[in-house]
């Protein structure tokens, strides 16, 4: 294993004090906590918080700031925060229009937000909560009940943090939430594991001409192996699964995510965009907002992942509303 690492239990604190120092004008850390708040407080309008375990770097800290996240709470390595650290970030969320949670649905994350929830309520803060199962590669995955949240977790944040930007209520983000999740389908491909530096080896091993569908980013199983293909070959792969899902027609609107798992270079990814962007064209699709980077990592995995929304009410703009981040 070779890491720019100390020791291996000291990597969230060090990484969180390195990230609140290289952008301390946008963010700050809440002493004694792994909570990571935006600076820029949008007084007298909805917080959003969002988080869970670290190794998914931008995610979520990267998105903390005017017209995204309030607050992100970091646990360990692929670790859900425990509630107390959530209703710390609720907490520093709250400026008087209530708290949304946006959290990805894995079991731990789930039920350790929702009591940080009812314990914010005890506080008298109000907090509604979206949960995001976006990944359409398998159901009922190791630590998750139904369909994993990934990357289409980071369009959630920036939908909803333009309406609370706007200054819309609770009520009304929470309503936004519930129908566009649904609207979110995301499924990816890996062609080698992620390392825990804890665990020092990969959590999975391909072979070197081998690869993997489905793959979460917690290194959880996929819904086939098979030898590596051209790029338009996953992209074909990954487009029909979506098409399947969306069942969509000539001429309906979508926004386009492709994001990097960790170790897959920008210029593959613009491979792939291309690909996809061919096959798009094929279907009569209008592909209205779209996006390529390192968004929701899986540390050191090598792969990627395509997310579609189809866009509805003007969901377009607020994926376009201006945000001061680090890594929008």
Not at 118 to 128: F, H, K, L, T
């Amino acid at each position: 294993m070779k890491k720019i690492i100390n020791q291996p239990e000291e990597i969230l604190n060090q990484m969180l004090e390195g990230l609140s120092f290289a952008y301390s004008d946008l963010v700050e850390r809440i002493n004694e906590t792994d909570v990571i708040v935006r600076k820029d407080k949008n007084e007298g309008k909805v917080g959003l918080v969002s988080g869970g375990g670290s190794g998914h770097e931008p995610s979520h800290a990267g998105f903390v700031g005017k017209g995204m996240l309030s607050a992100a709470v970091c646990g360990e390595i692929f670790t859900s925060p425990t509630p107390d650290q959530v209703l710390e970030g609720i907490k520093a969320a709250d400026t008087g229009a209530g708290v949304m949670l946006i959290i990805k649905n894995y079991s731990g994350d789930v039920m350790n937000f929702e009591m940080a929830k009812d314990m914010a309520e005890m506080e008298g803060i109000e907090v509604e909560t979206i949960i995001v199962d976006d990944d359409i590669a398998v159901e009922d995955s190791t630590y998750t009940a139904g369909r994993r949240g990934v990357a289409g977790t980071v369009l959630v944040h920036k939908i909803l943090g333009a309406y609370a930007d706007q200054g819309k209520s609770l009520k009304e983000v929470k309503e936004v939430a519930d129908k566009l999740v649904p609207n979110i389908k995301t499924i990816g491909v890996a062609l080698s594991g992620a390392t825990v530096p804890a665990v020092g080896k990969p959590g999975f091993v391909l072979e070197a001409d081998e690869m993997e569908y489905g793959v979460g980013i917690h290194g959880e199983p996929g819904y086939r192996k098979e030898k590596l293909q051209p790029s338009k070959g996953l992209a074909l792969e990954l487009v029909e699964k979506l098409k399947g899902e969306f069942a969509w027609k000539q001429g309906d609107k979508y926004a386009v995510l492709v994001n990097g798992l960790g170790s897959t270079p920008l210029m593959e990814q613009f491979v792939f965009m291309n690909d996809v962007k061919e096959l798009f064209d094929k279907e009569g699709l209008d592909i209205e907002f779209k996006k390529v980077g390192d968004l929701m990592t899986s540390i050191d995995m090598a792969g990627l992942s395509l997310t579609m929304v189809k866009l509805e009410d003007n969901w377009k703009d607020q994926l376009n509303h201006p945000v001061t981040t680090i890594a929008w």
